[in-house]
């Protein structure tokens, strides 16, 4: 289990909501609604989300929005542009209220601001990346500020904040590979995924990264999808290789 300081907990009411900032005024209304409704901040957010997408597939547009509906919106675009996919504004918050029920689920599996590392690992699992969205969910449900979510995140390699492919690829540059064929393993990879190096293909199925020694290399050229190692390798193979991972 990785372990990392923790700040003590402020009991303190959030002056913000979702990554916004708010006046007291406004933080006790907004507490009065969610009394007279009975749903959480979060709940509250995920209803007027679903409402949202509902009115966009109407065809309607420009509807009145609060700054936090208006951020999760925001939100959710700049999320489906960073997996590489062309959304309607309403499939985009689909998709962004089924990631963000899911990620309920999580923190509701643990429900303790100590299982913070734990909660991000199994998100890391699930989507292969902690979003800014994810990171602004966890922030208002366990009342931990995103700056000590971004600490963690950015300590540990294992998490990566940016999108990651279900399968990662690996092409080894360093030395040995370079003067026995590396760069033109690459050009190949990339010409047959269709990105470059550092990039997700469209469907997310692969993510695509180079790195500098893989530890093997007499082996050279190598390259890595997933844990899998593939020495001495030809670029007539790429295509071959690649077919196996679904």
Same mark, same amino acid.
Request: charged fraction near 30%; proline fraction near 4%.
């Given at each position: 289990?990785?372990?990392?300081?923790?700040?003590?907990?402020?009991?303190?009411?959030?002056?913000?909501?979702?990554?916004?900032?708010?006046?007291?005024?406004?933080?006790? #209304? %907004?507490?009065? $609604? *969610?009394? !007279?409704?009975?749903?959480?901040?979060?709940?509250?957010?995920?209803?007027?989300? &679903?409402? =949202?997408?509902?009115?966009?597939?109407?065809?309607?547009?420009?509807?009145?929005?609060?700054?936090?509906?208006?951020?999760?919106?925001?939100?959710?675009?700049?999320?489906?542009?960073?997996?590489?996919?062309?959304?309607?504004?309403?499939?985009?918050?689909?998709?962004?209220?089924?990631?963000?029920?899911?990620?309920?689920?999580?923190?509701?599996?643990?429900?303790?601001?100590?299982?913070?590392?734990? #909660? %991000?690992?199994? $998100? *890391?699992? !699930?989507?292969?990346?902690?979003?800014?969205?994810?990171?602004?969910?966890?922030? &208002?449900? =366990?009342?931990?500020?995103?700056?000590?979510?971004?600490?963690?995140?950015?300590?540990?390699?294992?998490?990566?904040?940016?999108?990651?492919?279900?399968?990662?690829?690996?092409?080894?540059?360093?030395?040995?590979?370079?003067?026995?064929?590396?760069?033109?393993?690459?050009?190949?990879?990339?010409?047959?995924?269709?990105?470059?190096?550092?990039?997700?293909?469209?469907?997310?199925?692969?993510?695509?990264?180079?790195?500098?020694?893989?530890?093997?290399?007499?082996?050279?050229?190598?390259?890595?999808?997933?844990?899998?190692?593939?020495?001495?390798?030809?670029?007539?193979?790429?295509?071959?290789?690649?077919?196996?991972?679904?």
């Amino acid at each position: 289990m990785l372990n990392a300081p923790m700040k003590p907990a402020d009991d303190r009411k959030k002056p913000f909501f979702v990554g916004l900032r708010m006046t007291k005024e406004e933080r006790s #209304i %907004l507490d009065k $609604i *969610q009394e !007279k409704v009975g749903l959480t901040k979060t709940e509250s957010l995920l209803k007027g989300l &679903e409402i =949202l997408s509902e009115y966009y597939s109407l065809g309607l547009d420009q509807p009145p929005l609060s700054f936090e509906l208006k951020k999760l919106e925001e939100e959710a675009i700049q999320h489906a542009d960073a997996l590489k996919r062309i959304r309607r504004r309403e499939d985009a918050l689909k998709e962004i209220i089924h990631e963000l029920r899911i990620i309920d689920q999580i923190v509701n599996k643990y429900n303790d601001k100590n299982a913070l590392i734990q #909660i %991000l690992i199994d $998100i *890391q699992n !699930k989507f292969n990346w902690i979003s800014k969205t994810a990171v602004i969910w966890i922030s &208002e449900r =366990l009342e931990i500020p995103t700056s000590s979510i971004y600490q963690i995140a950015t300590f540990y390699k294992f998490f990566t904040l940016t999108p990651r492919g279900r399968h990662l690829v690996r092409v080894c540059l360093g030395t040995a590979c370079h003067v026995r064929g590396g760069p033109k393993v690459m050009e190949t990879v990339e010409r047959t995924l269709g990105v470059e190096q550092g990039d997700v293909t469209s469907d997310g199925k692969f993510s695509l990264e180079r790195v500098n020694c893989l530890g093997c290399c007499a082996l050279g050229p190598v390259i890595v999808v997933d844990n899998d190692y593939y020495g001495n390798f030809k670029t007539a193979d790429v295509g071959k290789v690649l077919s196996k991972y679904s």
